[in-house]
């Protein structure tokens, strides 16, 4: 095994970058289910382009990286159905209920977990930064939602607290996989898995969709503009989910789960910035605000990180 060391800055980047592509996403899948595609088939069509391009990549980059034991297999299983599948319908049942904000307020919520998660379990401890990050990043993020101007439903937030689950398995069960094995191939399987959990339980139609050789018509302040249905699918399966998942995953090889999970409620505002510049959602100068608070959160943190002595972690070997 190759011995390398963690970058932490890099760790941050990476996460930053992949929560701008997954906050642009929020407003290009509300588009196509516009447009007429389901969202169950969306999500299936996401997992399952992500995987083919992980696919592609790792034959690519090291195709002995594909080989995978049965010992390996229940956590990879386990990683796509409940970690990137359940993930996804918990989320999407919760926004059908609840605001939007409110649904992801709740969800990253999972901030807080990790770090308790990663202490009862396995004797990680957080630094004084990260808490007061989480904390700075967790008003901000209440302030943004505005949860007090919202009606809310009891089963909307069972699923929006299952979301939160979800994320919290998926950042530590993420990290703890990648330490046996390398980004790419990781994010292969646990894709391929989610996709079969998901078109096997749902079983969306590709007939029952828009035409693809029809125009998508991109709406809001680019209403007007057209693109083939085609086009938009591609987009979305390369820059809404196989890059900002790739990214995600080698962030968190340099970057504890911790700080990607805190890094990652950016996602909110980089929503939020979207559904106003493309879809013309409004946001108000309190949400301004909140928005402000998040990201000196996660500089906070950021910042604390360099303090900490330098880690190093075992690179996987190709087996």
């Known amino acids: ?40 088939f969306i999500v299936g069509f996401r997992s399952s382009a992500t995987a083919l391009l992980a696919l592609v990549l790792v034959l690519f980059w090291n195709p002995r990286a594909l080989r995978v034991t049965l010992r390996e ?25 609840l605001p939007v904000g409110i649904s992801l307020l709740i969800e990253y919520t999972s901030s807080v977990v990790i770090p308790l998660v990663n202490w009862l379990l396995f004797r990680k401890r957080a630094g004084r930064g990260i808490w007061l990050g989480i904390a ?28 939160m ?21 990781t994010l292969f399987y646990t894709m391929l898995f989610s996709a079969i959990f ?6 969306p139609s590709l007939a029952d969709q828009p035409d693809l050789s029809a125009q998508l018509d991109l709406g809001g302040s680019l209403a007007g503009i057209s693109v083939p249905m085609w086009a938009g699918l591609v987009w979305l399966g390369v820059f ?6 790739l990214l995600n995953y080698l962030a968190i090889r340099n970057l504890h789960s911790t700080g990607v ?15 106003a510049l493309w879809l013309r959602e409004s946001i108000s100068g309190i949400q301004f605000i909140g928005a402000v608070l998040v990201i000196a959160g996660i500089v906070m943190a950021q910042q604390s990180t360099k303090a900490e002595p330098k880690l190093k972690e075992m690179e996987p070997k190709n087996v």
């Not at 060391?5 to 996403?25: D, K, Q, V, Y």
């Not at 505005?146 to 979301?163: H, K, T, Y």
């Not at 809404?240 to 998942?245: D, H, L």
């Open 1 to 40: 095994m190759v011995q390398s060391e963690r970058n932490p800055n890099l760790g941050w980047f990476l996460t930053i970058a992949s929560s701008l592509l997954f906050g642009l996403n929020a407003s290009t899948s509300k588009v196509l289910v516009q447009a007429g595609f389901e969202p169950n």
């Open 73 to 97: 297999l229940p956590l990879l299983i386990a990683f796509g159905a409940i970690g990137i599948t359940m993930m996804q319908w918990t989320y999407t049942n919760a926004v059908s209920r």
């Open 136 to 163: 700075c990043a967790m008003i901000g993020v209440l302030i943004v939602s505005q949860f007090w101007s919202a009606v809310l439903d009891p089963i909307g937030l069972v699923f929006a607290f299952g979301a």
């Open 165 to 185: 689950l979800c994320v919290t398995f998926y950042f530590i069960i993420s990290e703890h996989t990648q330490n046996t094995r390398d980004s790419y191939s």
């Open 198 to 203: 998901w078109i096997s339980l749902t079983r």
């Open 240 to 245: 809404g989910s196989f890059t900002p998942m």
């Open 261 to 275: 999970g805190l890094a990652s409620i950016s996602e909110v505002v980089f929503a939020f910035l979207f559904g």
